[in-house]
């Protein structure tokens, strides 16, 4: 069996969507079991200052717990895709790109109200393209 080495750019990309899909996965199991007092908060007070601006999250209180599951179980499939990946497994790319484009579909699902997503739809896209052309070192 021949001993294939990963190469810098997917090593790269592997650890960048370790480390997003790893901090997402904790904050969206976090905001799950915690979402009845976030709930409670946003019905208190619906608008934020940040940065000097106010901001508006009254749409918090309105969306379901799970959501956050959701989008934290589509997160976790993103992480395994890269971790099979970074094993060189070709099947993590198909996981990563599922996962992405599920997480582009269930904030529209929940939060109809939500804009286009075109800033995150680039992103993945181009992950999933550099993802792709990585795949000629994978098995």
């Given at each position: ?39 409670d ?47 060189l ?5 198909h ?7 599920t ?24 992950f ?12």
């Amino acid at each position: 069996m021949e001993n294939k080495e990963r190469p810098e750019l997917l090593t790269i990309l592997c650890i960048l969507t370790f480390i997003g899909s790893g901090i997402s996965i904790l904050v969206n199991g976090f905001l799950f079991l915690i979402y009845d007092q976030i709930r409670d908060v946003f019905e208190q007070q619906d608008s934020y200052l940040l940065f000097g601006s106010e901001i508006d999250l009254s749409f918090l209180a309105n969306i379901s717990s799970w959501f956050f599951l959701w989008m934290g179980l589509a997160q976790l499939i993103s992480f395994s895709g890269a971790l099979q990946m970074f094993q060189l497994k070709k099947r993590g790319f198909h996981l990563y790109a599922i996962a992405q484009i599920t997480l582009l579909i269930i904030p529209k699902l929940f939060i109809p109200s939500l804009p286009f997503p075109f800033l995150e739809m680039m992103i993945s896209a181009v992950f999933i393209l550099l993802y792709y052309k990585n795949r000629q070192f994978m098995s």
